[in-house]
């Protein structure tokens, strides 16, 4: 008996501890406590902070603009026609920096960097210079000289009547009909007068045997033989006073046109002026001894040079018409030389 009670108790505890150890309460299959989920260890490199990549922009330099300075002296004036430091009359044909090209006595170009403008309202251009004489008188007196002196006093004459006057030739050198030609062209004055003395005539006359040539082509045409007429008018009335002269002339003197075989204006100083009043003046006889004597006076010269400054100032200020127009004589035999280029010497400039 009492091993089966030992027995007995055994087994109870036995179960028991089965029991506790397979289940717990309500009977319910013990379930393991749920893991803790893995941890990923995510390891994040240590962010390096770059310095932002500095693009250095170089200040904006604003460039001064080139600076072209304004040219100066001749080049800076609008002057279509200049004297040189010399002295000399030249037409500007363009500017070249703070120069200007000009146009030679002898038709060149050249380069002048001084000089003064000039304007006028007549060019009076004295006739021939240089190696080109002219007519020559019985005694030696040329053209040439005569032709300037009596030019400087119908300047001065003009310019104390209030009109300016630019010269074509201002001494004593050859200029060619054109380069005579563009100062007038580049000027465009009111009137223009090429002074002359003549030679070779037909014979005697009673009074002076004043000639004047005016233009029959362009439209300056009627007003140039208005011109002509009045130099021809004022030139007789000084000259006639001169008693004792035997006076010899053209059969045809007076104011007059003459025809080249094309039709155009035969005196190329007179063909390269159209489109401006213009008169070619022979004053007289320099081939005549008595009449080369009377012109080598200074104050002869002094009348002639005045006589023509009131013609012109009588055309520039007056519709008077002027007298002594002939119809001139068929003419075959070329006019005396002149104008030309050959061996020309160009005078300095500056």
């Not at 044909?93 to 000009?102: E, L, N, T």
Request: hydrophobic letters at 35%; glycine letters at 12%.
């Amino acid at each position: 008996m009492t091993d089966n009670r030992w027995r007995t108790a055994a087994l109870a505890l036995v179960f028991t501890l089965v029991a506790g150890a397979c289940g717990g309460g309500g009977g319910e299959s013990a379930k393991p406590p749920p893991e803790e989920p893995a941890t990923t260890s995510t390891t994040v490199p240590e962010t390096t902070t770059e310095p932002p990549t500095t693009t250095t922009i170089p200040p904006t330099t604003t460039a001064a603009p080139t600076t072209v300075a304004p040219p100066t002296g001749l080049a800076a004036t609008d002057a279509k026609v200049a004297l040189s430091p010399t002295g000399i009359v030249v037409p500007i044909i363009r500017k070249q920096g703070d120069a200007v090209v000009v146009g030679t006595p002898c038709g060149r170009e050249a380069t002048m960097t001084k000089g003064t403008p000039l304007t006028g309202t007549v060019v009076l251009d004295a006739g021939h210079g240089g190696r080109e004489p002219g007519a020559v008188g019985p005694a030696g007196l040329t053209e040439k000289a005569l032709n300037m002196a009596v030019t400087d006093y119908a300047k001065a004459a003009l310019e104390a009547a209030g009109h300016g006057v630019v010269l074509t030739r201002t001494k004593d050198y050859r200029i060619s009909l054109g380069a005579r030609g563009n100062i007038v062209t580049a000027l465009k004055p009111r009137a223009f007068v090429s002074i002359h003395h003549n030679a070779e005539p037909d014979g005697p006359r009673p009074t002076p045997g004043v000639e004047t040539y005016y233009q029959t082509v362009g439209s300056s045409a009627a007003e140039s033989k208005r011109l002509a007429g009045l130099i021809y008018e004022e030139a007789v009335k000084a000259l006639s006073p001169y008693q004792g002269v035997a006076w010899v002339a053209d059969n045809d003197a007076g104011a007059k046109y003459r025809k080249s075989s094309t039709g155009n204006d035969y005196y190329g100083i007179i063909r390269r002026t159209q489109g401006t009043p213009g008169v070619l003046a022979e004053l007289g006889f320099i081939s005549n001894p008595p009449e080369e004597a009377l012109y080598a006076k200074p104050e002869v010269q002094k009348v002639e040079g005045e006589a023509v400054a009131r013609a012109i100032v009588r055309f520039l200020t007056t519709k008077d018409p002027g007298s002594g127009f002939v119809e001139p004589y068929p003419r075959e035999t070329p006019a005396g030389g002149g104008g030309g280029v050959d061996n020309c010497e160009d005078p300095a400039l500056e």
